[in-house]
């Protein structure tokens, strides 16, 4: 088959397996550029192990601390007929070259918040590795079945208090345009905390410990945003920032559990970044088009590889960046350099259709999107006939 990207707003419907393949080898040639963190974990959890965030922690643990790793996550194959998801071939691809390095690595495709797949986790922990040191928790999900009561919360991106007008840009014509935001419901922000709040990881971590298979001083870390003021009504302060902040109430009692034996939890901020669930966030593309030009010009740009490889570095591994006055991890620094948020805020209110492509990187931005599915990689060859089944090596089903 020669698949060609078939683009719908914030989402693209077809994936190029070959692309998506050499995504990971880029990202693993990366992190081994930069040597074996010191004092890494060994054996690793990965909740949303598939794409953005965490498809750079489970190749950071495995291929920067040679850790064994299992990978949570929730993806499709592809058929004769249709690709699979980019998250699919992602993990295949990391598993052929974990394979190759002699590095252990299990996945476990389907819902993380379901008791079913903890059980399923919690086995094979059991089974192959009897404990893990590290659980990342980096899911990004639409919306969660509740695992006691079956009720489905659905997650929603709006502000809270007030109605909102933000500027956005129309990815698929390239334009500017003003986007209106009723405020959310006291439901629609309750929900929204449902899905992406701290109470799966909670559950994650209970579940893990109540079986014994958190080794002594064992880590837990989930990832966050909170960002600046051009995306704070929507982000920060909105229903999306109201589950984020349940996050930082949720790790006191986590981060209490785990001190017990030596270990620790952690929120990790992490830098805005094109991925499938960030696209998806009104304001954001335009935000990263332009927080892309200028951190490029100064030379200081990163992906999801680079921030992750940099936290596990230089904070969960290693004491050049301690928590911050809340108890958070920081690798946001770059982004939220006060010299770049006044220039980006600065190109923010000028920017328009006309001046879109002088003012901002969007040619940047579609293209790191186009490359979250595994289109437009240097040295693949699109014109040429591409399988899309690919088997997942040690998927336990
Ligand atoms: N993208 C950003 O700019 C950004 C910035 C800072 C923090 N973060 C945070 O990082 C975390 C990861 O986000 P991302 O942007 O990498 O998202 P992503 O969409 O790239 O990845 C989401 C992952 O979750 C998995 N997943 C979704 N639903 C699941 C389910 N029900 N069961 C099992 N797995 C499931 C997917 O398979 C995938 O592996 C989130 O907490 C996000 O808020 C993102």
Known sequence: MIIKPRVRGF????????????NVRRQIEYVQSKGTIAGGPKRVLVLGASTGYGLASRIT????????????????????KKPGTAGWYNSAAFHAAAGQAGLYAKSINGDAFSREVKA?????????????????????APRRTHPDTGEVFTSTLKPIGSATTQKGVNTDKGTIQEYHLEPASKEEIDNT???????????WIDALDEAGVLADGARTTAYTYIGEKITWDIYWHGTIGAAKQD????????????????????????KAVVTQASAAIPAMPIYLAILFKVMKARGIHEGCIEQVDRLFRDSLYGDASG?????????????????????????????????????????????EFLQLFG??????DYEADVDPVVPIPKLVS
Not at 129 to 134: A, F, G, N, R
Not at 250 to 261: N, T
Not at 375 to 380: I, L
């Open 120 to 140: 399923q986790v919690i086995d094979l922990i059991k089974r192959d590795l009897e404990q893990v040191d590290l659980v990342v928790y980096s899911l990004a």
């Open 193 to 203: 905390v449902a899905v992406m709040g701290g109470e799966d990881w909670q559950m």
């Open 61 to 80: 643990a495995a291929f920067g601390c040679k850790a064994s790793t299992v990978g949570v996550f929730f993806e499709k194959e592809g058929t004769e």
């Open 247 to 270: 996050l930082d109430k949720r790790v006191i009692d986590i981060r209490e559990r785990l001190a017990a034996r030596g270990g620790d939890a952690r929120v990790s901020v992490l």
């Open 375 to 380: 289109f437009e990689v240097d040295g693949v």
């Open 323 to 367: 928590p911050d006055a809340e108890g958070r991890l920081r690798a946001d620094d770059l982004e939220l350099d006060p010299a770049v948020q006044a220039e980006v805020g600065g190109l923010w209110s000028q920017i328009d259709s006309d001046n879109l492509h002088e003012l901002s990187d969007f040619e940047g931005y579609r293209q």
């Open 11 to 22: 989402l693209c419907t077809t994936t190029h397996p070959v692309g998506c393949a050499e």
